[in-house]
């Protein structure tokens, strides 16, 4: 994925989803052109996945864990979304998935890669 810096350079229709998901977690594509729920989902999934990784066993407590005080690992990443939003924001599934994308932008949740270089995983 190779992106330039100047307004209009990336293309109006994203033909490849898990890259516009990607951008969209960063918050490098317009806040209109997504739901804000559906990539907070789509992040608490590719987190769980991280800390599932062998490479990241080193790593005590999952960065949502540490960050929100719930495990993630015995639910779905939408259950998650769901009983964080109950756990924190009496219900308000579309603030906690603000406040979950708002964190890793801020890097709250840790210095997390999106991708890694080609080769670095099996």
Do not use: W
Not at 21 to 33: F, H, P
Not at 56 to 70: A, D, F, I, M, P
Not at 89 to 101: H, K, M, P, V, W
Request: proline share 6%; charged share 25%.
């Amino acid at each position: 994925l190779e992106l330039l810096d100047a307004p209009g350079v990336i293309p109006v229709k994203l033909n490849n989803q898990q890259q516009a998901l990607k951008l969209a977690i960063c918050d490098d594509i317009g806040e209109a052109s997504y739901d804000n729920q559906r990539v907070a989902t789509a992040l608490v999934a590719f987190l769980k996945d991280l800390d599932n990784m062998k490479e990241y066993t080193l790593l005590l407590k999952s960065s949502l864990e540490k960050r929100y005080q719930l495990d993630p690992n015995p639910l779905t990443a939408e259950d998650y979304l769901h009983a964080l939003a109950d756990y924190r924001y009496q219900g308000n599934i579309e603030r906690t998935a603000r406040q979950l994308l708002g964190d890793f932008r801020k890097g709250l949740l840790g210095a997390i890669a999106l991708e890694v270089p080609p080769g670095v995983l099996p």
